[in-house]
Each structure stands twice: as C-alpha cells, then as structure tokens.
C-alpha cells in the first residue's frame, strides 16, 4: 500500500527557512523520481520541485531558495526551504513525479504538513 508521511513544516518568518521530510512507503522507491508539491486553500496543488536520476528540477518561483534531496537507504524525500516569502504558505506533499495535468486526479496523497510564514 502507497503511503506517504510529510513532516518538518511549522510557522517561521520572512527570510527564514525550513526543512521538509517525506518518508515514503514504496516499492523501488530509488527507482521513481520523487517530487515535492503544495496547495494552497482554493487553489490547485501545484508541482514545486522534483529529484531522479536526471537530477533536480525546480519551479520557477523557488528555483534559488528550495533544494530537493533523497536518501534512498531510507525511502526518505527531502526539502531544504531557504529564504522563506509569504507567499510560500501553503500544505506540502510529497509523492511520485506527476505530469501537472495528471495532478488533480492522483488520489494516493499522505496528510501533508503545513508551512506558514508571517510577513
């Protein structure tokens, strides 16, 4: 069974940062290109970085700020937050790569953990 298990999220202000945790529950988990994604309350969850064995791939509003990590010895998906903006707000999930338009119809989704940041 899929499962997913986000953690690390909290409320921090501008400018600081955060350290996301997923631990990921499957098969062949070194053999999937994981990603990190958000949503925001009434808005679409939406694709914020990606890691396999292409390397990383960022979205361009956190290209600069966000690193993406893996330890596959631990089925364990990170996510490095530096240089924090409000706008950054969001639930953060973590799962397989998905194609964006595929999103919105994955059903497989851990609970999330929340980051917010105050101006």
């Known amino acids: 069974q899929v499962r997913f298990v986000e953690s690390g999220g909290g409320s921090v202000q501008a400018g600081g940062s955060l350290r996301l945790s997923c631990v990921a529950s499957?098969?062949?988990?070194?053999?999937?290109?994981m990603a990190w994604y958000r949503q925001d309350p009434g808005k679409q969850r939406e694709w914020v970085a990606a890691?396999?064995?292409?390397?990383?791939r960022y979205a361009d509003s956190v290209k600069g700020r966000f690193t993406i990590s893996r330890d596959n010895a631990k089925n364990t998906l990170y996510l490095q937050m530096n240089s924090l903006k409000p706008e950054d707000t969001a639930v953060y999930y973590c799962n397989r790569n998905i194609l964006p338009d595929l999103i919105s119809s994955v059903s497989s989704w851990g609970q999330g953990t929340q980051v917010t940041v105050t101006s």
């Open positions: 890691i396999g064995t292409g390397g990383a």
């Open positions: 499957i098969s062949a988990f070194s053999d999937n290109t």
